[in-house]
C-alpha cells in the first residue's frame, strides 16, 4: 500500500462524511436561522425553543435522505472492499 493510496481513501472517505452530513446540517441551519428569526421579530428569547423543531426537521431529512446516504456509505464500503487485493499488492 503506497503513501498515494492511503491519502486517495483518507480523502474520498472525508468527501464522503460531507456529503452524507450536508443535508442533516444544512437543515438544521436552515431551521435554526427562521427560529432565530421569528425570536428577534417576536422579541422571544427562549433557548429551548429552538431544539424542538430541529430535532424534528432533522428527524425529516433523515428519513428524506436516509436511503441516499445509505446507498452512498454502502457504496463506498463495497468499492473498498473490492480493491483490497489491488490495495495489498500495492498497485
Known sequence: MTDVTVIHIGMTALVLAAKLSAPLLLTALAVGFGISLFQSVTQLQEMTISFVPKAIAVGIAIVVCG????????AFTTDLYERIPEIVRGG
Open 67 to 74: 436511503r441516499w446516504m445509505l446507498h452512498e456509505a454502502t
